[in-house]
């Protein structure tokens, strides 16, 4: 694993981070805020691990993935509680309290769409290269 800043990824993980602010923000429930929030999040983290860190995508891909589910099924126990932080409002907003397996679909079709995004980069990448 290499170590290397990519400033593409940091502002795609920006974007992401802003994104999911105004949606955390703005929206009290919904499909956006409580679908399309846990299927931006893993790009988030893949986005933010990609910026640092120069290693194929699926391992990154699939490490964001696990830490997604694991987050998801903290929620099934008294995770806040056991480190005191049950009132706080910023640690209830990222780790989350109640568990939902709609969320690990979210977090699966996030992960789905790195890998083809991913794919689908490489290959024009590809096609330029073939082209010049």
């Not at 999040?41 to 891909?61: H, R, T, W």
């Amino acid at each position: 694993m290499k170590t290397i800043f990519n400033k593409s990824y940091f502002i795609l993980f920006l974007i992401l981070l802003l994104a999911e602010i105004l949606i955390a923000a703005l929206l009290k429930d919904g499909f956006i805020r409580h679908t399309v929030g846990d299927f931006l999040v893993v790009l988030l983290l893949y986005c933010l691990f990609k910026s640092f860190l120069q290693v194929k995508p699926l391992p990154i891909a699939l490490v964001t993935l696990v830490i997604a589910y694991l987050v998801e099924f903290m929620q099934l126990t008294d995770f806040l509680n056991n480190i005191g932080l049950e009132r706080n409002k910023w640690a209830n907003l990222i780790f989350g309290n109640t568990f939902n397996i709609q969320d690990l679909v979210a977090y699966t079709l996030g992960f789905v769409f790195v890998i083809f995004s991913e794919k689908l980069q490489t290959k024009i990448k590809s096609f330029k290269n073939l082209s010049a």
